[in-house]
């Protein structure tokens, strides 16, 4: 099964970085470039445990719908979504969140797995793994952006 790990440091206190990456409006900004919204679900805020939304964009020339769950959080050092419909067989993200003197330092993990047996695979380790890293690294890109200036408090005020 695909994995991706990544670690990003934000200056800015963890309070705020756990509450950025799991806002709707700001993760529907860094995303903008494949029109992704909110559709059902939790649609706007802060999404919390056992709550779900329903996100619409154009990926790899498509229309998708994804719906995601909170499965897990304890406030604020972590969080999990997985998928419960969509295009993937599996797909589970789970964010870290760890305090340091300067900042957060945040741990993305995202297991999936592609459908369509062996092509599914392939298709994976060619194209989808590298894919989804870019979308991740955009979206904390975004998260950084408003943490570590005054962004963060339009959405989080």
Known sequence: MPSI???????????IVF????????????????????????TSGLINKNEWVTWKAKHLFK???????????NVPVFFEDVM?????????????????????????????EAPYGVIGKLF???????????LIEQRNKTIREYAESSKWEALLS
């Open 19 to 42: 509450d950025l990456s799991r806002h709707i409006g700001l993760h529907k900004i860094s995303q903008q470039n494949n029109n992704e919204e909110a559709v059902g679900g939790t």
């Open 124 to 134: 994976s380790k060619l194209y989808l793994t590298s894919y989804m890293k870019t």
């Open 84 to 112: 419960t419909k969509g295009d993937f067989s599996t797909f589970t993200h789970k964010h870290h969140f760890k305090e340091a003197s300067n900042g957060t330092i945040m741990i993305d993990e995202l297991e999936f």
């Open 63 to 73: 229309t998708r719908f994804m719906t995601v769950e909170i499965t897990e959080m």
């Open 5 to 15: 790990h990544l670690t990003t440091f934000i200056a800015a206190p963890v309070h």
